[in-house]
Nanobody, 125 residues
Framework: QVQLVESGGGLVQAGGSLRLSCVAS????????RGWFRQAPGKEREFVAAITWSGGSSTYYADAVKGRFTISRDNAKNTVYLQMDGLKAEDTAVYYC?????????????????WGQGTQVTVSS
């Protein structure tokens, strides 16, 4: 049974940092795109970042987080990370990790097959 478990969320002041982790179990995803999404209250889920496994692990970011967030992966640990710096109040949301396809870095959640339960990130202004 595949399971994705996020951790690292919490309450932080604006300008602060958090590092989210997502550990996968039940299957190895070293050759799959891994992604992060978020959903704020009253809003639709949105793409945050994705990282591929080939070609040196290319990374992709939503414009809203580019330059502040960094996605990375450790295939030996079946884990993906999201380093979030310069946090803003508008980053407040539940953050979800997901496993995507073998090829490409889609921004639509429907193209991701496995999801974690989410971790809350709250940024106070």
């Amino acid at each position: 049974q595949v399971q994705l478990v996020e951790s690292g969320g919490g309450l932080v002041q604006a300008g602060g940092s958090l590092r989210l982790s997502c550990v996968a179990s039940g299957r190895t995803f070293s050759r799959y795109t891994r992604g992060w999404f978020r959903q704020a209250p009253g809003k639709e889920r949105e793409f945050v970042a994705a990282i591929t496994w080939s070609g040196g692990s290319s990374t992709y970011y939503a414009d809203a987080v580019k330059g502040r967030f960094t996605i990375s992966r450790d295939n030996a640990k079946n884990t993906v990370y999201l380093q979030m710096d310069g946090l803003k109040a508008e980053d407040t949301a539940v953050y979800y990790c997901a496993v995507g396809p073998r090829i490409g870095a889609p921004r639509r959640g429907s193209e991701y097959d496995y999801w974690g339960q989410g971790t809350q990130v709250t940024v106070s202004s």
